[in-house]
């Protein structure tokens, strides 16, 4: 089945960072593309990340582009989002999730596996 385990979420300070890990578990997730979305409240669903196995290099948002680093290590089944410079309006849950196949893809319809996310909080 495959199971996504989000943690690292936190309340900090503009201008703090912070790291967020995702670990997969039930199944192999080598042959997936594995991003980072969040969700402010009140608004829509938002992509931020993607990477693969693939060599291409990752994707980005435009809002976190030169902030934010996706990474995976497959040996032990994570991905981590470490995350720089955070500013108010990245506060959100942020969820990890697995799309088939090695395809970049940003749009949340191609992935088939959510973990429950995890709450960050950016306060001046």
């Known amino acids: 089945q495959g199971q996504l385990v989000e943690s690292g979420g936190g309340s900090v300070q503009v201008g703090a960072s912070l790291t967020l890990s995702c670990s997969a578990s039930?199944?192999?997730?080598?042959?997936?593309?594995m991003g980072w979305f969040r969700q402010a409240p009140g608004k829509d669903q938002e992509f931020v990340a993607v990477?693969?196995?693939?060599?291409?290099?990752?994707v980005y948002a435009d809002s976190v582009k030169g902030r934010f680093t996706i990474s995976r290590d497959i040996a032990v089944n994570t991905v981590s989002l470490q995350m720089t410079s955070l500013k108010a309006e990245d506060t959100a849950v942020y969820y990890c999730?697995?799309?088939?196949?090695?395809?970049?893809?940003?749009?949340?319809?191609?992935?088939?596996?959510w973990g429950l996310g995890t709450q960050v909080t950016v306060s001046s």
């Open positions: 039930g199944r192999s997730f080598s042959s997936y593309a």
């Open positions: 990477i693969t196995l693939s060599g291409g290099r990752p």
């Open positions: 999730a697995a799309s088939p196949g090695l395809r970049l893809t940003t749009m949340a319809k191609d992935y088939d596996h």
